[in-house]
């Protein structure tokens, strides 16, 4: 692995077999699943688009995520706008344009190991230099693709902390929207300002 260059790329664009597909695990059955059998279907319908992290020859998957659409909701005070309120206090329901990943994997053969090969002096488990790889992804997304101010996720046991190691923080402020699969899980979101603080 050292020297290669690993870039995420769009799954129907990465040119990537089924076959590699077919081989990525990261040791949770339903996201290992995810990737093999609904991440293209979930493309083609709107629900989210999978990116792959790979290098040149595109024999291996190291890594994955999926990402859609998302707001993030708050009522704040209408008279602060100048507008009819929506609700008895006086509130108006208002939202941030946000990017929420929607899933986040490594290979399993890379958990918890360190990138000794990556950087010598600055030793970092790939976990943490992918993630980092797909938030710069998501920086420059924002800026010349469409425009979001906030990343939100909803965390896991295994995977909080390497979200809050890279600045995401609780938003209970926000109001909670119903996602099937996130029961047990935290919502977490980071600003783009933060996020530069991360990758740079």
Not at 90 to 114: H, N, T, Y
Request: proline share 1%; glycine share 4%; net charge negative.
């Amino acid at each position: 692995m050292n020297g290669a260059e690993f870039k995420y790329i769009e799954l129907e664009q990465s040119k990537v077999t089924d076959e590699v597909i077919g081989q990525f695990d990261c040791g949770n059955a339903d996201m290992t699943e995810y990737l093999h059998y609904q991440a293209k279907k979930d493309a083609a319908n709107g629900n989210g688009v999978t990116y792959v992290l790979v290098t040149e020859d595109r024999k291996r998957i190291y890594a994955y995520a999926t990402i859609k659409a998302y707001s993030l909701y708050y009522y704040d005070d209408a008279n602060k706008y100048h507008t009819k309120p929506m609700d008895n206090e006086g509130k108006i329901l208002l939202s941030i344009p946000c990017v929420e990943i929607k899933m986040f994997a490594i290979s399993r053969k890379l958990k918890k190991q360190v990138a000794y090969t990556w950087d010598s002096e600055n030793l970092q488990h790939y976990s943490s230099i992918f993630f980092k790889l797909f938030l710069e992804e998501l920086y420059y997304m924002s800026m010349n693709t469409i425009g979001f101010q906030m990343v939100f996720l909803r965390a896991n046991d295994e995977g909080e902390r390497l979200y809050r190691n890279n600045k995401f923080v609780d938003c209970d402020e926000y109001l909670n929207t119903y996602d099937a699969k996130s029961e047990g899980c935290k919502s977490l979101a980071v600003t783009l300002t933060e996020i530069e603080n991360v990758i740079f």
